[in-house]
């Protein structure tokens, strides 16, 4: 659907210039240059001729079909030339010319009435305020940078523009190819979506790139990365993290989940591979882009001096790699054809004399190995070395059996030829081991990401409509923010145990109610001011006889109403005390972006202190809950140690699905914390012993 | 025998160190003082007994030998408010009047601690109003006058109260709005026969928190400085500036605390190399090492709390000037404020009162 843009049949610049410096010449030249097959009309109402080609007043005096306009006159002829992009019968433009949304609100209007006229007409923008786009395969380069990067198999999208100037202008050094580059600017109508979409069915694409300073409509984006990473490698760097909308968050949970949180979240549920660096992301790229995926995490490394090679094994450990270990028969012959102070385990350290000969022998050794999956070749440039002949052996056995080959030609002057051989030959080098070793990391997760089976959902019989009535009821009498009373409610109504509890007005009806609910119990202040009842002295625990019931309702009432004179208090709550089992929280904060963000921790300090936490995107597939309870460093203390009981993780892993549910079928809720779910040994459940939820305004 | 009611136009106006101060006077002064509270409204437990924390403050203060029952006989708790509703509480009076006889016997001045208006307790069958008349006390009238002298309150009071309304004491007064009160608003109660007996400034250790009652009111936590928990706070000061102009407002106050996000080590860094109490770190969030040896070289309490900046401030903004005054060295400080603005003459006067000479 895109095509037009890409590879057209025919090209108009509206604003086309014969003055050097101008955009509208480095377009034209860049068009030309670039040996575009198609047709260029160049429109210039000044000028009969630019450029050696024939030039036009406006569009309409061209008599031929035209494809694609590129669009480079000031803002505010763009609704007129939308009008005649109409007549013309042109679908698709680019426009490079700044002065729109970024300049402020007279810039913003034209922009704003720019898309929707666009949309009527079904004409669809790239930009504005972009540097353009560029298409290797159809020879097509619509920008005004200088330099145009040879073809190759890396899409590259970029919202800032003059990223895209520097990448161009590296890339061109580093001869790296690509087959697609994309200014997005300010994405007014085109953006990532549009463009992971056309990218996934390219067949000139192998991997995608992107940097994206904003997401804007976080859920499609998610569902459309989810579909083209199982096709396709999509790497992104994001920058600009916190937005308006996750600062407003206010609970303790909420300061929590900011917006990066979500990114990260997300990426990892919709496989995307996350770039923190403009370097990563290049880094990466070249892997994906020249060698194939390893089929498993099992490294080899094979090094001509001993701290490099340690250095690579330190960082497979690190990066949670395993170091291969060989067959017998490898280990047979590595040991045949080395000296015999040679290193035949892995690392495989084939000594400072070693020659270009050596290393393909080894290599050949290794890559065979059915226990490798992937191998780094590490060289210093010692005396005795051809360093060029060792990279021409390297690159010749690389992708052999289908395994990645990646190297570490470690220096700068003495290995420059070899790696220029590398480049050439596709093998990506690195400039130390343990870049390399992180990229086998992010190549191994990424073939598990397409290893994994499509995401399973599953869904529990609920009380949904008693929920949207309480709901409702809170949201007539102006109560959004509903403290535990309301919110053990609404989660009972979705499948939560918690604790039986009664309402006592007075001393007297407090012991009355302990008789029913049974010592020993906690008691807890009810008043719609107060949300964190313990800190004011709103909770006892372990109330063990009348006596002290009568103590602790006093206690409870008098200190609330000391800290908050002017707290509404409707009572203590008598409840029913859940002993044994570890307590953890759940909780659900809304990202402006994503949507509902699920956390869970270990309560207390784990997730005050330690912010030992784990964020997954709501709706929660079986997975990701699984993974949540997982991920957090304190996940041995739920599992049990030290001959402790193992807590009930089926009965967790139930609670976050249905949490998600609830929050998937009330988007309305902004911030919901279930702590602590009180959960108890496996096969005993889990109680939610405290519960609040906020509901969205307006 | 002279019953004085100290009343106030509003809650936390400072009746209670005005009690205190007026008590303490009138024993110097040579006159045998008992105290009542007639509605405790901060309930307390001291051993066994549901009591008020007022009158165990002023029971020490002034050296009182009456048990607490007697001196407050009225405690409103959660169980009295719930059976007040329901039409279970009954004789409360008689008890309030009990009291009274008891405490009453032998002495010159019975100081009587009011609420925050003259209906206060009414629900109760308690008001001010009504106790003034049962007794037949005279009246003092408490006013905050910190943002604005309440002037219809004051003009009802004295409806109600007549003669028996001795006069008014303006409390926590700006500096900058005693000329104005002194020319314009004396006068114009005077011409209403509302004798002033007092203008107490507005004194920044007197309005100020200790950093043990900073810390308990953002049930925070001592990262370090437990031991100078009684260093007082008079100024808070939020830390979202950058770390130049904090510098800039923070060396030209003393006695303050800052409250900034605990991921602010150039704001924090800041605080500890000015003059400043204690530093409230928010969110959570821990400072580094650097930090916490900082502060410990500085001698500067630190505490964190759970809270974001925001609510913190906000809680601190609550809890401000609604303090009781409980050190030693705000005390004392109050009871001479009070000892040098108020006009005794002209109190003793109006209350009939007669010097006696200190035996
Ligand atoms: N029903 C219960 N059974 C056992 N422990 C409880 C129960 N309710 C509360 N607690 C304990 O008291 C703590 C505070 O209670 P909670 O209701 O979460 O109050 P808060 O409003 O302060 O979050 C909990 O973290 C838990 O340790
Ligand atoms: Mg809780």
């Known amino acids: ?698 | 025998m002279l019953p004085l009611l100290i009343e106030s136009t509003e809650s936390y106006a400072g009746k209670s160190l005005m009690c205190l101060g007026l008590g303490l006077k009138f024993q110097r002064d040579g006159f045998k003082i008992a105290y009542l509270k007639p509605l405790g409204k901060s309930p307390i437990k001291v051993g066994k007994i549901i009591t008020d924390e007022d009158a165990v403050f002023i029971q020490g203060a002034l050296h009182l030998d009456e048990p607490l029952e007697q001196l407050c006989p009225v405690v409103v708790t959660q169980d009295l408010i719930i059976d007040a509703y329901d039409g279970k509480v009954r004789g409360l009076d008689k008890k309030v009047v009990d009291a009274y006889q008891k405490i009453s016997r032998g002495k010159d001045i019975i100081l009587i601690g009011g609420g925050g208006s003259l209906h206060e307790g009414t629900f109760l069958g308690l008001s001010s109003l009504r106790i003034a008349r049962d007794f037949q006390a005279k009246v003092i009238l408490l006013d905050n006058a910190e943002h604005e002298v309440n002037v219809d309150c004051i003009l009802r009071a004295k409806e109600g109260l007549r003669n028996n309304l001795i006069g008014i004491i303006l409390n926590r007064v700006p500096p900058h709005r005693i000329d104005f009160i002194r020319q314009r608003v004396i006068p114009f109660f005077q011409k209403r026969e509302i004798d002033v007996l007092g203008i107490i400034p507005l004194d920044p250790l007197l309005n100020s928190i200790s950093v043990r009652e900073l810390q308990q009111i953002l049930n925070g936590q001592f990262l370090f400085g437990e031991e100078y928990d009684t260093d007082l706070i008079e100024k808070f000061f939020v830390g979202s500036m950058n770390a130049d102009k904090a510098i800039e407002y923070f060396k030209k106050s003393k006695n303050k605390a800052v409250i900034v996000g605990g991921d602010r080590p150039d704001i924090i860094l800041a605080a500890l190399e000015t003059p400043t109490a204690c530093v409230v770190l928010t969110g959570g969030l821990y400072p580094n090492d650097i930090l916490l040896a900082k502060a410990e070289e500085m001698k500067i309490p630190m505490i964190l709390v759970k809270d974001d900046t925001y609510s913190t401030v906000q809680k601190v903004d609550k809890i401000l000037g609604r303090l009781r005054v409980k050190e030693e060295k705000k005390v004392k400080l109050g009871a001479k404020l009070i000892e040098r603005e108020i006009n005794f003459t002209l109190l003793y006067k109006k209350a009939g009162l007669k010097k006696k000479r200190k035996r």
């Open chain 1, 1 to 698: 659907m895109l095509k037009n843009f890409f590879e057209p049949k025919s090209v108009v610049v509206l604003g086309a210039s014969a003055t050097p410096g101008k955009v509208g010449y480095d377009v034209l030249k860049n068009l030309i240059k670039s040996n575009y097959r198609g047709e260029i009309f160049p429109v210039n109402p000044k000028a009969s001729e630019i450029q050696g080609l024939r030039a036009y007043p406006s569009i309409l005096d061209i008599n031929e079909d035209i494809d694609l306009l590129i669009y480079i006159i000031p803002p505010q002829f763009i609704l007129k030339t939308l009008d005649d992009c109409k007549k013309k019968n042109i679908d698709s433009i680019i426009a490079i010319s700044a002065g729109f949304k970024e300049t402020g609100s007279a810039g913003a209007k034209i922009e704003r009435e720019m898309l929707i006229k666009a949309k009527e007409m079904n004409i669809r923008i790239l930009g504005p305020n972009c540097l353009g786009l560029i298409d290797t395969s159809s020879c097509l380069n619509a920008t005004f940078a200088p330099g145009m990067p040879s073809e190759g198999n890396i899409a590259f999208f970029s919202q800032s523009g003059a990223l895209c100037i520097a990448i161009l202008d590296w890339a061109l050094g580093e001869g790296i190819g690509f087959s697609k580059f994309i200014s997005l600017g300010n994405k007014s109508d085109l953006g990532e979506i549009d463009f992971l979409k056309y990218l996934a069915d390219d067949e000139s694409t192998k991997v995608i790139l992107g940097y994206l300073e904003g997401i804007e409509d976080g859920r499609a984006f998610m569902r459309v990365a989810r579909e083209v990473s199982k096709k396709k490698p999509v790497i992104i760097t994001k920058s600009g993290g916190t937005s308006a909308g996750a600062k407003a968050a206010s609970s303790h949970t909420g300061s929590l989940a900011g917006s990066e949180k979500s990114i990260k979240a997300a990426f990892h549920q919709a496989g995307i591979i996350r770039a923190d660096t403009v370097n990563d992301l290049f880094n990466y790229a070249l892997a994906f882009a020249c060698q194939p995926i390893p089929k498993g995490s099992r490294i080899a490394i094979l090094s001509n001096s001993g701290g490099p090679g340690i250095m690579a094994a330190d960082a497979i450990e690190q990066y949670k790699l395993n170091l291969a270990s060989f067959s017998r028969e490898t280990q047979e012959q590595l040991r045949s054809s080395l000296p015999t102070i040679a290193s035949i385990y892995n690392p495989v350290d084939i000594i400072g004399d070693a020659d270009a000969d050596r290393y393909h022998k080894s290599l050949e050794l290794i890559i065979n190995d059915p226990n490798v999956d992937g191998v780094l070749v590490i060289l210093t440039p010692t005396a005795v070395i051809d360093v060029q002949g060792a990279a021409e052996k390297v690159a010749n056995l690389s992708s052999e059996n289908g395994k990645p080959v990646l190297a570490s030609f470690m220096g700068k002057v003495s290995v420059e030829k070899g790696i220029k051989v590398l480049q050439r030959k596709k093998v990506p080098n690195y400039n130390y081991p343990e870049s390399a070793i992180k990229v086998f990391r992010i190549m191994s997760d990424y073939q598990n990401w397409l290893n994994a089976p499509d995401a399973s959902y599953q869904t529990f019989k609920v009380r949904q409509k008693k929920v949207g009535t309480i709901f409702a009821k809170a949201r007539k009498n102006n109560l959004l923010k509903l403290g535990e009373q309301e919110a053990r409610e609404i989660i009972s109504c979705y499948g939560f145990k918690v604790p039986k509890s009664i309402l006592a007005l007075t001393s007297r009806e407090a012991i009355l109610a302990a008789e029913q609910i049974g010592y020993p119990l906690v008691m807890k202040i009810v008043s719609p001011d107060i949300l964190h009842k313990t800190d004011v002295g709103g909770v006892k625990v372990d109330i063990e006889n009348a006596h002290q019931v009568e103590d602790a309702f006093f206690e409870i009432t008098s200190k609330s109403r000391q800290y908050l004179t002017s707290a509404t208090i409707l009572g203590v709550s008598i409840q029913e005390m859940v002993a044994g089992g570890k307590e953890v929280i759940l909780g659900v904060s809304k990202d402006p972006q994503f949507g509902p963000l699920i956390m869970f921790g270990l309560g207390g300090i784990y997730v005050e202190v330690l912010k030992d936490v784990s964020f997954r995107i709501a709706p929660l597939s079986v997975k990701d809950a699984d993974e949540m309870i997982r991920e957090i460093h304190s996940f041995p203390l739920l599992k049990g140690v030290r001959g402790e009981q193992p807590t009930d993780l089926a009965a967790l892993k139930e609670y976050l699905l249905r949490l998600s549910q609830l929050v998937t079928d009330f988007p309305d809720i902004v911030e919901l914390d279930i702590n602590p779910l009180i959960v108890k040994a496996e096969g005993e459940g889990a109680f939610a012993a405290d519960a609040r939820i906020t509901l969205e305004e307006g």
